[in-house]
């Protein structure tokens, strides 16, 4: 049973930074978990993909919204997938969730393993 646990959400202030992680347990890693990804969704709007990593080389792919600000990275001893999040607007208020699937792509319908989500509010 693979299980992926978010964490690093909260509220903070347009302009500042956060890093969110995941971290995996279970049986990792697999052909199934080539893949990972940060998407976020706000209420009343569709899933929207932010990040991307391929676990094995570390190629990242990140939607035009965030590139310049924010920065997918994986830590392979910890089995740990974090997103640094910087210069944050209020538009990046979101629930954010972390996801893992056997390919590389910016649809979470090729996305198999999803954590619970975590908050993240950017004030004005």
């Known amino acids: 049973q693979v299980q992926l646990v978010e964490s690093g959400g909260g509220l903070v202030q347009a302009g500042a930074s956060l890093r969110l992680s995941c971290a995996a347990s279970?049986?990792?890693?697999?052909?199934?978990?080539?893949?990972w990804a940060w998407f976020r969704q706000v209420p009343g709007k569709e899933r929207e993909f932010v990040a991307s990593?391929?676990?094995?080389?570390?190629?990242?792919s990140y939607a035009d919204s965030v590139k310049g600000r924010f920065i997918i990275s994986r830590d392979n001893d910890n089995n740990t997938m974090y997103l640094q999040m910087n210069s944050l607007k209020t538009e990046d208020t979101a629930v954010y969730y972390c996801?893992?699937?056997?390919?590389?792509?910016?649809?979470?319908?090729?996305?198999?393993?999803w954590g619970q989500g975590t908050q993240v509010t950017v004030s004005s």
């Open positions: 279970g049986r990792t890693f697999s052909s199934s978990m080539m893949a």
């Open positions: 996801a893992a699937g056997p390919s590389q792509r910016s649809a979470s319908r090729y996305y198999t393993y």
């Open positions: 990593i391929r676990w094995s080389i570390g190629s990242s």
